[in-house]
Structure formats: C-alpha cells, structure tokens
C-alpha cells in the first residue's frame, strides 16, 4: 500500500530533509502531481511518510471537499440572518445544532457509506451508523435515534441480494445495540445504483442548550486524551482510495483494502462515557475519529484551536503490533473519540473512563505556536502547519457541461405512453403498483430495526416522518424525514433537488410539525465528468434556493463522490433531511386511515404530471419529460394549514402524496390505518388523478362534523381541498374501479421483498 | 415500593424498565453490574439489551456479573425478579430459570408488535392479569427461540410455569410457543416480548404491558 506499510524504519522530519529526491507513492494514494508539488512547497522539503499519508487523506475529495467546495459556499451565501436565528452551529462543525424550545437544541446529520457498503455490505453500513453516531456525539449531544436512506440496483438482480441483506443486518445489527430508535429512512430500487448503492446514514442528537460542544483544541497545555478502541490495521487508507476512486470496471476490488470492522458495543459504552464526561465538564474539545483517524482528529483539533500540538504516536494502544506511524496516523478503527482536557481534569477525566471500561490515554498537549509535530520512537515524523492539512486542501472548479443528453431525456415524453383508460386496467395497474418494489411495505427492512428502544418513538415507519419526544415534561419533539426522487432529479437537477426538499418538508408537516432545518447527503457519480458537475452545481443551487424560500437553513452535509462505474453515473441523488418541531406529540398527526366514518380530503392541486413517475417506472421503465412542477409556495401554504389543523385536533390522520401519487396514497393508508375507504376521483381524467406525481398534496382525514372548519382554514390559507370520501369497512372503492379487499391489497403490498429477499 | 433496575455496560432498555416502574407508582432503583449491593430493593429488573456486547453467547458474560450474585441469593429469599429480553437470556444463563435462548429460527432480528398469551397469573408480576388474556406488545430480538429438552418443557407446562405464550403466528420458533417462563416458586419470570415498551398508546402499540408493572407493587401492597 504506502511505501511505509513495508519499511520498518520511519521516515522521520530529518531524514525527509536530508532525501529531498526519495520517490514516494503520491499517485497511488490518490494525490495528483500537483497537489504533491504543493505539499512539498508548504514545507519546504519532501514529507514524511507520515506526512504524505495524512496529506493524501485529508485531501481527498471525501475529506476535503475539493471539488464540491466552490459550489457549498451557495449554501451559506443564500441563508439570511432571519435564517440562521435558531442555528447554534452551523456547517463545518461536525453537525448543525438548531435550538427547538424549552432549552433543548437537537442536532442532525446524514452521512454516506456507499463504498464500503459495496465492498463489505455488513460492516459498511455498521460503521456507517457508527461513524454518524460518533459526530453527533462529538457535538455533546446524546443520540436519539437513527434513519437509514437506501439506494439499491433492480431488486431482483444477483448483486442487489448479495448487498442488501448484509447492509440492512448492518445497519440494524450496530444500531440496535446502541439503543437508537430507527424513525425512518428509505428503501429505494433502480437500476441506475447496480454496482453503486447508496448508505446514508442520519442521526439525531439531543442536548440542553448550555451543553453543546465544539471542536477545538486550545489552551497551551491543555491534554490531548485518546479514547475508546485500540487503533489497528482495519480501514488503513479507507476513505482516500475507497472513497475518492471509481470503482475500475474490471480490476475494481483488487487494490481495496478491509473495511473497518465495527464494535457497537464499543461505541454505546463511549455514549455514555462521553455524557458523563459532558455533564461533569470535563471536556474543552471534542473530536469523533472518522475517516482519517488521528490524521483528522489532530490536525482539525489544532487547526481550529489558537496554538499547535504535540502528539506522542508511542503511546497511541494499538490492537496490531508493527505498525508505521502512516498506519497509525490513518488508521480508521473505530470507536474512538479525541478530547482536549485541562491538565488538572485528567485524573477525574480517566475515572469517568475507568467506570465504563473505556481505555483512554494522553497522547499529546497543546503547545505554544502553530506546528503540529508527532513523534515516534523518540524522532519527529510530523511536522507541519495543520490548517493545511485540515482546511486548505485544494480546491477545484471542475468543468460544468449541461450535456446535450439532457435535451434527450427531456425531450422522451411520457406523454406518448398509453395510459390505462377502462376501470379493469385501473384496478390493475393500482395492484401492480403496490408490490412494485419502489411501492411495496418496507417491513421486511423496518422489522430488522428496533423502533422502540428509549420509550419515546412516536412515529416511525412507515409513517410519512419519524416522530421522537425530545421531553417527558412537556412532550415536546421533533419529526424527520429524509427524501429524494432521484428520477426527478434526473430530469432536472434544480427543480429535482427542490422536490427532494419540499417531499421531506411536506412529511414533516404531515405529521403536525413545523420544519425548522434541513441537512442534505448529496450522492453524485464522478466529479471529473462535466455534465455530473453541472447536475452538482443545479442540485446546491435548487435545494439552497428552495431552502431561502422556505426560511429553513441547511444546517449541515455531506458530499459523496464517484458513486459510478466506468462511464455510469448513478442517478444524481441529492437525499435531503427536514427537521421539525412540534410541541406536544401528543397532538402528532398519526400516518393513515386511524378510524371509521371519517372524511376523506384530499389538500392540494393535481395536474397531469406523469414525468419521472412511478407509473411510468413500474408500466413502462420509462424515464424522461419534465418532473412536476415545484411550487413551493404551495407547499407553505400547505405546511402552515397542516400545522394549524394538528394544533386544532383536527385531523385524525393524514398521509403525504408523493411515489405512485393518489392510488398508492389510498392503499397505504388503508393498509397503514387497517380499514377500508369509499372515494370518488376528483374530476380529472381518472388515470391522472390516481398515478400523478404532482406535488404539495396530502390525504387527511377528519371528524365529519368538523369537515366544514377543515374546508373553511385550507380556503382561508389558499390550499385547494377535495372531499374524497369516507373511511371504513374492509374494502377500498375508488369510483367505479371494482373494489379492493383489504387482504388482496395486503397480500399484494406485504409480499414483495419477503419473497425477493427471504 | 422500590424496584431495582440493573445496568450492564451495554444494557438499553433500563430507562425503559424504569419509567414502567414509574408509570405503576413504584420508585425505580438504578444499580449498577459492578456493585455488590442491592440497596435493599423489593424487587429486581434486569432490563433489554446487549450485555457485554452479548459476546460469547447472549447473556452469559452478564450472568457473571457481581450485581448477579445479589441477584441469585436475593431470588433464593424470594424476592421478585423479572427479565425483559437480554434480561431474559441473562436469568437462563444465570441459572435462575431453565432454558436457554437461541437464534431465531428466521435469523432475522424481529422487531414487531404482537399479541401475547398470558397463561399464569400465579406470579408477583402476572397477579394483576387474566389467565387467557391477550397482551399487545412489541418483541424485538435476533435470539429470541427459547429452546429446553423435551422433559423441562414438559415440566414447565405440568406445573405451570409456562407464564406466556406468542398468541398468533410463532415468530421466532420457539418451542410451544413459549415467550415466558417462571421459575419453581413463580417468584422469577424472564420473557422475550417488551412489556415496558407498552405502558402509553403515544409510545408504543398500547398500554398493556403496564400491567406487569402494576402486578408487583400491587403484589407487595397486599404482602405489607
């Protein structure tokens, strides 16, 4: 791998200096001529081994950012101050906090683990969760439960079943023994992620205002303590050659080193351990060990404190024996946590640690100046300025080409498709579309995670969002949701990524909350192609302008890379989470048709918007014309009457339109609810009226003596309102489409993944 | 009344079990796996979880904790205890209860909501309930199938000892449908199902697993 992991001798500052001309590996990990070149200009000679592995990591493009940079700064750029009032951390700490009422604050963040979940699909999705967990905590929050947004190949091809049965296992096997609730996610099925799937991972995080912590290393002699795991060889170079290399089309795999290996029990024994310290103010800093390992931790430590550091790698426990300094330093082992402690701290901070077992050592201090040096064996083999290890990586401003295939998709209109028109093909079509994998129960997924662990989970899946009691006292708590109709982003990335926003910021209100924050995991293919760097560029600029004109600020991301094979980019897939809050969950709206006899109201204008849709995946695998239009607006106006209606008791439950539209709206919450329902279709053509995509519509339910002062707040507030029908019975009858029973539809919906997966 | 509630390193549902002690009016009592006091508790949880990782086999490295010694001699005096879950897996591996708990058959962890036969009342934590009644409450575990050779099931099932059974379809395998057992004297009862995580329909599939917790304070109101 590096040329360290075969000489026993460590390259040391000396020696760098005294061989200026010893050739070294740059290109293999991942560095290119001339970030090499710039390396050596920084410190005025060739770097160490040491060096060169911290360098290649940290600017690599899923460290550094380097391509996606000049685009992120949009994010900021367009959120206002009116914005940023409840935000007490924003982006670039290790997740955004916003405050939500009665002294809380809660911090979210999604994260990808494509690649490694690809490789080693079980422990790539672990440590996926693992790794989410850890930043949430490094903001002294507890973590209060996770969300899992999927993205897979066809369901029925070899590869997807090789994949996500490992990485649902993984995505349970380590959540579930941290205690998380799972409140949501998404499993998602197209043939554009075959070799290429996606694994985000969300957490949330809960802490009292006063408790939130930053990272940063400061106060010359202050200790530097290493907690939690060993350091090992698992993950060595993980993120730079897994993370920022396509996967090659034949020899792919050959050069990918382990994935980490994770330890959940590990990780909930440093939960704790972390809140104790936290509560008992032990902490001036805080750093998780991700990608990059100490690499990261140190350099990000020093670089965002006021002086320099200085690190002993001897004293570093480590789990293998003969490891470099490079090794250690990039070393990606789990379940470890960096703290700045003031020196007469230490011994009260290792008595915390010695009550849950965690191992934890002072590795270093902070110094005078502004090096970070790190000796080994009694030598230097760091010396360098760490805000050019940690934040001035390069930055690129890769070409962006609208390619003239995009004339093409769009131009491929559905509207040429035929349409099933007699109630025989209606009723048909409705069925096929509830097994279809993209529509199908996601219970087979859902069943594999634990919901229920901390007593407060008061929507999870399949719920429109994710419902958590932040506090006991009050009921105060927020909602969740994370979206993306990668088919629409396809179509249009600006107007794609804005239906991704509005999607999650309408479940969430669905569920009686008002959305207060977003966070966003854009997953891209190849950032050196031109035409993904201007689906990019459309995608931050459609989710930050939607965000200004929501007034909900992107408090945080993540950017993943490379997610192609060969010339084959996934479907651009910019995931976006919403958060929201709401003050008593006990007045959540629940998911469905919860009782019989009320009526059936359909919020919201449907157009005949078939692009991009389910219908015509499912009927035709046909992808191309325009995705429905974004009115975000709408969508306020939306949200606002579905918040004031929750507030008011009015609804007894609700369901968001979004995938397969009005049709599968109907089944699921039959399904959801466990009753029947009588609707007429409003007066539209019948087949747009069930299978558009159009957006800011919601099914509610309501008490049929306060159907009027439902109909009265959506005319006052501007949203358009059909009465539908009734609920009840053990049948679905939609207009003059033979009925359904509620056991067909079940048998149709619950059956699919059960039979494609085991 | 105060009820302890055991916290192992890598224990989950102890907050859970102690709100459900609240909930039934008792006061919860945390007590930590590396004491070797009880703090004289009238009755102990061991709660849901992933004990020491589960590592070797579910259970067995808690079941030598120091706590558990108290736990064992307290039992043999009679004082009521009840595991949830892990806490379940750990009374097996302890001793306190025959059987053991294995993967299940699926080999999927199941997390679902399902209803529960109660088939003795004649425990301190089922006193409160009705032989034959149905419980709704979630089970949520990976190694869930309780398994023993054919002369302890029958035993169990003479003397009455069978305390639960999975009402619908067997979702883990386990054998007669088994998803709660006492030990001879009634006074230990370990189950794989989640009652703490049905005290309030807000928060989980109803308030029926309450009951349990309402059992054992009423129990001990009418023992004083």
């Known amino acids: 791998m590096t040329s360290a992991a075969t000489v026993h001798q460590a390259d040391t500052v000396d020696n760098a200096a005294a061989t200026p001309d010893h050739p070294q590996p740059y290109r293999e990990l991942g560095l290119k001529d001339d970030e090499y070149s710039r390396i050596r200009e920084i410190l005025g000679r060739r770097p160490t081994d040491a060096e060169l592995a911290m360098y290649s990591v940290m600017w690599s493009e899923h460290c550094s950012y380097k391509s996606s940079k000049v685009h992120l700064a949009y994010f900021s750029e367009t959120t206002t101050d009116a914005m940023r009032e409840r935000m007490l951390a924003g982006i670039g700490e290790n997740a955004g906090v916003v405050e939500i009422g009665d002294g809380w604050a809660v911090t979210f963040k999604v994260e990808s683990h494509n690649h490694p979940s690809y490789v080693e699909p079980y422990q790539g999705a672990a440590t996926g969760v693992g790794g989410i967990v850890r930043d949430i905590m490094a903001m002294g929050a507890r973590p209060v439960a996770v969300a899992d947004p999927l993205r897979f190949g066809p369901a029925d091809a070899p590869d997807t079943r090789r994949v996500l049965p490992g990485v649902v296992a993984g995505v349970g096997g380590y959540g579930n023994s941290l205690g998380l609730p799972n409140i949501g996610g998404e499993v998602v099925f197209d043939a554009g992620y075959l070799g290429n799937p996606l694994v985000n991972a969300l957490c949330v995080g809960a802490m009292r205002t006063e408790d939130l912590h930053l990272a940063f290393a400061s106060g010359t002699g202050n200790k530097i303590i290493l907690f939690g795991a060993r350091t090992g060889l698992d993950g060595i170079g993980g993120v730079s050659v897994l993370a920022s290399e396509t996967f090659g089309e034949e020899t792919g795999r050959k050069k990918l080193p382990s994935v980490q290996v994770g330890d959940p029990f590990t990780e909930k024994v440093l939960i704790e351990c972390c809140l104790d310290l936290f509560h008992a103010g032990l902490v001036v800093g805080i750093q998780d060990l991700g990608g990059a390992g100490l690499s990261c931790a140190t350099s990000e430590l020093a670089s965002a404190g006021d002086g320099g550091m200085h690190v002993d790698l001897d004293v570093v426990p480590l789990r293998a024996s003969g490891m470099t300094p490079a090794e250690i330093l990039s070393s990606e082992s789990q379940e470890r946590m960096c703290a700045v402690v003031r020196p007469q701290d230490v011994e009260a901070f290792m008595a915390v640690c010695r009550r849950w077992d965690v191992l934890a050592t002072v590795i270093g201090e902070v110094t005078d100046g502004d090096r970070l040096v790190i000796d080994w064996h009694g030598e230097t083999v760091v010396d360098v300025p760490p805000r050019t290890v940690a934040h001035d990586g390069p930055v690129y401003r890769r070409p962006v080409l609208r390619s003239e295939s995009q004339d093409d998709l769009i131009a491929d209109s559905p509207d040429l498709l035929p349409r099933p028109a007699a109630p025989s093909e209606l009723r048909a079509e409705i069925l096929r579309m509830a097994a279809s994998p993209n529509l199908c129960s996601r219970a087979w997924v859902t069943d594999q995670y634990d919901r229920y662990v901390r007593g407060n989970t008061v929507g999870a899946q399949p719920a429109d969002a994710g419902v958590l009691r932040i506090d006991e006292r009050t009921g105060r708590g927020i909602a969740?949701?994370?979206?993306?109709?990668?088919?629409?982003?396809?179509?249009?990335?600006?107007?794609?990524?804005?239906?991704?926003?509005?999607?999650?910021?309408?479940?969430?209100?669905?569920?009686?909350?008002?959305?207060?924050?977003?966070?966003?995991?854009?997953?891209?293919?190849?950032?050196?192609?031109?035409?993904?760097?201007?689906?990019?560029?459309?995608?931050?600029?459609?989710?930050?302008?939607?965000?200004?004109?929501?007034?909900?600020?992107?408090?945080?991301?993540?950017?993943?890379?490379?997610?192609?094979?060969?010339?084959?980019?996934?479907?651009?897939?910019?995931?976006?989470?919403?958060?929201?809050?709401?003050?008593?969950?006990?007045?959540?709206?629940?998911?469905?048709?919860?009782?019989?006899?009320?009526?059936?109201?359909?919020?919201?204008?449907?157009?005949?918007?078939?692009?991009?849709?389910?219908?015509?995946?499912?009927?035709?695998?046909?992808?191309?014309?325009?995705?429905?239009?974004?009115?975000?607006?709408?969508?306020?106006?939306?949200?606002?009457?579905?918040?004031?209606?929750?507030?008011?008791?009015?609804?007894?439950?609700?369901?968001?339109?979004?995938?397969?539209?009005?049709?599968?709206?109907?089944?699921?919450?039959?399904?959801?609810?466990?009753?029947?329902?009588?609707?007429?279709?409003?007066?539209?053509?019948?087949?747009?009226?069930?299978?558009?995509?159009?957006?800011?519509?919601?099914?509610?339910t309501v008490d049929p003596d306060r159907a009027d002062d439902l109909l009265g707040m959506a005319a006052e507030a501007g949203v358009p309102a059909h009465v539908l029908g009734t609920t009840g019975g053990d049948d679905l009858t939609i207009t003059d489409i033979p009925g359904f029973s509620l056991d067909e539809l079940h048998t149709a919906w619950e059956g699919t993944l059960p039979a494609l997966f085991g | 009344m105060r009820i302890g509630v055991i916290t192992f390193p890598g224990t989950l549902d102890d907050v859970d079990a102690a709100r459900a002690v609240r909930y039934a009016g008792a006061e919860p009592v945390a007590l930590w796996h590396a004491d070797r006091d009880l703090q004289g508790v009238d009755a102990v949880i061991v709660p849901g979880g992933f004990s020491y990782g589960d590592y070797l086999r579910a259970g067995a490295i808690a079941s030598l904790a120091p706590i558990m010694r108290q736990v064992i001699a307290a039992a043999g005096r009679g004082t009521p205890v009840l595991g949830i879950c892990n806490g379940f897996q750990i009374l097996c591996e302890a001793g306190l209860l025959p059987g053991a708990l294995v993967r299940n058959s699926g080999l999927h962890f199941v997390c679902r909501d399902l209803r529960l036969q109660v088939e003795s009342t004649d425990t301190p934590w089922t006193g409160g309930l009705t032989a034959g009644q149905e419980l709704l409450v979630p089970l949520k575990s990976g190694e869930g199938r309780f398994v023993a050779d054919a002369a302890t099931i029958d035993r169990l099932e003479r003397e009455g000892r069978v305390v639960f059974r999975y009402a619908g379809e067997n979702p883990n395998g386990a054998l007669s449908g088994i998803a709660g057992i006492s030990s001879a004297d009634g006074r230990v009862v370990g189950l794989m199902p989640h009652p703490e995580h049905a005290i309030d329909p807000l928060t989980g599939p109803s308030a029926d697993g309450l009951a349990l917790f309402t059992s054992i304070v009423q129990t001990a109101a009418s023992a004083a």
Do not use: K
Request: glycine share 12%; proline share 5%.
């Open chain 1, 480 to 700: 969740v949701a994370t979206d993306c109709n990668s088919r629409f982003v396809a179509l249009d990335p600006y107007a794609g990524a804005q239906l991704a926003l509005a999607e999650a910021y309408r479940n969430v209100a669905t569920s009686g909350a008002v959305p207060l924050a977003v966070t966003n995991c854009l997953n891209f293919g190849s950032p050196e192609d031109p035409h993904v760097m201007w689906q990019f560029q459309q995608a931050v600029r459609g989710l930050a302008d939607g965000c200004a004109q929501l007034g909900i600020p992107v408090t945080g991301g993540n950017v993943s890379f490379y997610n192609q094979t060969g010339v084959r980019a996934i479907l651009p897939t910019p995931v976006v989470g919403v958060l929201g809050v709401i003050d008593d969950v006990a007045r959540r709206v629940p998911s469905g048709f919860r009782r019989d006899g009320d009526t059936v109201v359909l919020l919201g204008e449907t157009y005949d918007e078939i692009g991009g849709s389910e219908w015509a995946n499912v009927v035709h695998g046909h992808l191309g014309g325009r995705p429905p239009v974004v009115d975000l607006a709408a969508e306020e106006r939306l949200a606002e009457l579905l918040a004031a209606a929750a507030a008011d008791g009015l609804l007894s439950g609700s369901h968001d339109l979004s995938d397969g539209g009005l049709a599968q709206a109907l089944v699921e919450s039959c399904l959801v609810g466990g009753r029947g329902a009588t609707v007429e279709l409003p007066a539209l053509d019948p087949f747009v009226a069930l299978f558009s995509e159009s957006a800011a519509r919601v099914l509610v």
